[in-house]
């Protein structure tokens, strides 16, 4: 055994480190190492206080599981919750979870922060003086949802479908609120998905509808990521994982990011291609693949749609699998290497290198891009469009280490009532002059608004900062200050930011461990379901307490919008309007829907 060196010993003598010497542990002193909890013990979890250190002082936990909120990843935590202050002391990895399977980046366990905010928002607020002014009273609960319903049945009652709006940064649920939207009878939902990732959507959407990738990096020969999904890019936590694992078993890793990444200097290839040139680098690889007969005929031919291409663009050619594939070849004969090398500005030689690893791939050529290159430039729909072309000409998409449609992926649940679509149309989401928009023109809101097309009676924000995100945030603080254009704004947020700043109401919602919502995500080759929940409410429920809603176990009063949204929606309904039908139990005759028979 390696004797401790003279300086480890001063130090340790000097008791500026402690005594970490190699001797053997006595583990009769000591205990045994132990495996992570099983979930039959989990309300009865005890291990050592490490704050009490060097003293062996336990304490015992509920560990009750919920899901991360600081990306869309919802990857797996686990509260540990103090029985005996019943507060949250730590969030851990669940390895549980399907998707993370225990793992976490800095983000997950960091919810500790986030719960603890000294500046967090606590209880609601109303503001006093003009907007903008920073003079806010508190209210209750029942204040808010008085004074916003009444607001909202005034405009419904008008028969406007388009004036009451729900403008959502980050989601985290399955459809809970288009379903409420749907009750109320509007087209009010908006979204901030036109800045960041409508653009790969849209690339995605014209091959198949579904508008993301789903890919097997853990199966694949070769993964192809456009940006630096490693460690930086959506899903980081899920796909790193499998991204390591399929390189430990034998798969190239190619990154194309004009940037060093941390994900790039572990790549086999790197390519720093230009901003926005993508497209030509994909249709030269597409070539290479054709020229080199490595396309997957039988895929190609029963199921691209390359007959109606014959007949729209060659109606004179025989209508032949072999004559597509020269006019295929024809169509993208100026996409050499060489033009792609200029265009990209990378070496010639890199481009064919890495386009023979891509084309020998077959049906384990695993692909993804989601922000960056295809939101970044103009015309960035044509990377996404582009990057699945090969997936589809070598026949790799659905397959074991290919890429699938998202949808495949991904759990939808069944609700126990599903309203109709509202009988009118948004023009301030989806003006006529945009037909190709993919998703709501968010980013243009407050200037359809200056230009007089549309108000908004009433205006809901759920973790959306336009202020700050937007370059043009200045036009933003614009709208939300003309009373005229915006009736009433209402900030539902967990913390204060730029744009609750300007609103009528700010109301303050849970973090990841202090709402309910369902997650399902395509991070990987498989479909899984999670639940996050407030898991002082589940302590409470533990420990033999009932609790009607989640404000009451959360840190002061702050509340979810799953609840939030049941009760609004039962004031808003005077008795004639038809809402409350789609609250009502399905387990108790004419009574109102309580949250756990919602998820029941």
């Not at 480890?8 to 190699?22: C, F, G, H, T």
């Not at 009676?457 to 200050?481: A, H, K, S």
């Amino acid at each position: 055994m390696k004797k401790d060196s003279l300086i480890e010993r001063i130090a340790v003598k000097l008791k500026i480190i402690p005594d970490l010497s190699r001797r053997e542990i006595n583990l009769k002193n000591h205990g045994i190492l132990r495996k992570y909890p099983s979930p039959e013990n989990w309300h009865n979890h005890t291990e050592l206080d490490a704050q009490a250190w060097p003293k062996r002082i336990e304490k015992k936990y509920s560990l009750i599981p919920t899901t991360c909120f600081n990306c869309e990843s919802a990857c797996g935590l686990m509260a540990y919750v103090d029985k005996e202050t019943g507060k949250v002391s730590k969030f851990e990895g669940n390895p549980h979870h399907p998707g993370s399977r225990g793992r976490n980046c800095a983000k997950g366990p960091a919810t500790i922060n986030q719960i603890n905010d000294t500046e967090r928002i606590l209880f609601p607020l109303r503001r006093k003086g003009d907007r903008g002014s920073g003079e806010w009273e508190r209210i209750s609960w029942e204040e808010a949802l008085d004074d916003i319903a009444s607001k909202i049945r005034s405009s419904l009652k008008t028969g406007a479908k388009d004036k009451v709006v729900y403008h959502v940064g980050r989601p985290g649920h399955e459809g809970y609120t288009n379903r409420v939207l749907k009750a109320w009878g509007v087209d009010g939902h908006n979204s901030h998905t036109n800045i960041c990732s409508a653009g790969a959507r849209t690339g995605y959407a014209l091959w198949h509808k579904h508008d993301r990738p789903s890919p097997d990096h853990a199966n694949a020969k070769v993964i192809l990521l456009t940006s630096s999904h490693l460690e930086t890019g959506h899903y980081f936590n899920p796909h790193a994982q499998r991204i390591l694992e399929g390189m430990m078993d034998g798969a190239k890793l190619i990154v194309i990011d004009p940037r060093l990444s941390n994900t790039a200097a572990m790549a086999d290839h790197w390519l720093p291609t230009w901003p926005g040139s993508e497209p030509a680098l994909f249709l030269a690889w597409a070539k290479i693949i054709l020229e080199k007969k490595l396309y997957d005929r039988e895929f190609i031919e029963n199921w691209v749609n390359w007959d109606e291409w014959m007949k729209a663009e060659h109606p004179k050619e025989k209508c032949e699998f072999d004559r597509f594939i020269e006019l295929l070849l024809i169509e993208y004969e100026k996409y050499t290497p060489e033009y792609a090398a200029s265009e990209c500005r990378i070496p010639v030689e890199q481009v064919i290198e890495v386009g023979e690893v891509v084309a020998s791939a077959g049906k384990r050529l695993c692909t993804h891009v989601w922000r960056a290159a295809a939101i970044g430039n103009l015309g960035g729909w044509q990377v996404s469009r582009t990057l699945h072309f090969l997936n589809v000409l070598t026949g790799s998409v659905g397959t074991e280490g290919g890429t699938a449609p998202n949808s495949w992926s991904k759990f939808k649940p069944e609700l126990f009532d599903e309203p109709p679509d509202p009988d009118g149309w948004n023009e301030l989401h989806f003006p006529p002059e945009y037909t190709l928009s993919h998703f709501e023109m968010s980013h243009i809101l407050p200037h359809m608004i200056k230009e007089g097309r549309g108000k908004m009676d009433v205006y809901f924000t759920r973790v959306f900062n336009p202020v700050w995100t937007y370059p043009d945030g200045f036009t933003w603080i614009e709208m939300l200050q003309n009373k005229e254009a915006l009736g009433c704004h209402i900030a539902l947020t967990p913390t204060w930011n730029e744009t609750a700043f300007f609103a009528d109401y700010v109301l303050p919602m849970g973090h990841a461990s202090e709402r309910h919502d369902i997650n399902s995500y395509a991070t990987s080759a498989g479909k899984w379901v999670a639940f996050r929940q407030p898991v002082l409410r589940e302590f409470s429920r533990r420990e033999g307490k009932d609790v009607e809603f989640t404000h009451e176990t959360n840190p002061g009063e702050v509340w979810e919008e799953d609840e939030f949204w049941i009760e609004l929606s039962w004031k808003i309904d005077d008795g004639t309007m038809g809402i409350r039908e789609h609250f009502m139990s399905p387990y108790r005759e004419n009574e109102k829907i309580t949250i756990d028979e919602y998820y029941k």
